[in-house]
């Protein structure tokens, strides 16, 4: 484990390079260019690693390759989540509105610790994570409707945004339910072997 936690940190590193080369390089060649601040490449670090290390735990649980997959997808996608709504926040700006997608968040871990990693139960973590999911710009309509009419991406666009999440935890979903499918033939194989039916 420790050889997987350094390999890790280190490609996590590696990664970060890019928008360190970026960064010195300042302006660029279309004026815009990254300014990455030191907090920004340390928020970066943590997410990523914690991204890696995560998929690293849960993966092992299973050598199903569908398995290993969904967990790809879900990890990927919440890191995703983080990611957007740090930098520029899907309902307007960062912070408000957007607090509540750390409830989507939640419930998915909170759902994962209860099926104790299991496919049947991920699956069903992963479909309340996208029931959450496209919950959030409901709620937002209704509380923080002048964020979510003013401020870009506005209505459609934060449906839309909600919408593309949402789709990513139904497709790890689906994955963990076949993975699930997958095990149980599995195991019934083995028992009729054992059997000698």
Do not use: C
């Not at 997987?4 to 279309?30: C, E, K, Q, S, W």
């Not at 649980?61 to 969904?70: F, H, K, L």
């Not at 923080?144 to 949402?166: D, I, R, S, Y």
Request: glycine share 12%; charged share 10%.
């Amino acid at each position: 484990m420790q050889k997987n936690i350094m390999r890790i940190a280190v490609g996590t590193g590696l990664l970060l390079l890019i928008p360190l080369v970026l960064t010195l390089l300042g302006d660029g060649v279309d004026g815009q260019g990254w300014n990455w601040t030191l907090g920004d490449f340390i928020f970066a670090f943590v997410l990523l690693f914690a991204a890696g290390l995560t998929y690293e735990i849960v993966a092992r649980r299973s050598d199903n390759s569908t398995y290993r997959i969904a967990v790809g997808i879900a990890v990927m996608s919440a890191l995703l989540l983080v990611w957007v709504n740090g930098a520029v926040g899907i309902i307007g700006e960062p912070g408000g509105p957007n607090l509540m997608y750390v409830g989507v968040l939640a419930v998915g871990f909170i759902g994962a610790l209860l099926a104790r990693f299991r496919p049947h139960g991920m699956a069903r973590a992963l479909f309340t994570m996208a029931i959450a999911q496209m919950s959030v710009p409901v709620i937002a309509l209704v509380t923080a409707k002048p964020q979510m009419t003013m401020e870009p991406p506005g209505v459609v666009g934060v449906f839309g945004l909600n919408a593309f999440f949402a789709m990513l935890f139904v497709g790890s979903a689906l994955l963990f339910r076949r993975a699930s499918a997958t095990n149980s033939r599995s195991d019934r194989r083995l028992s009729e072997m054992g059997t000698g039916v």
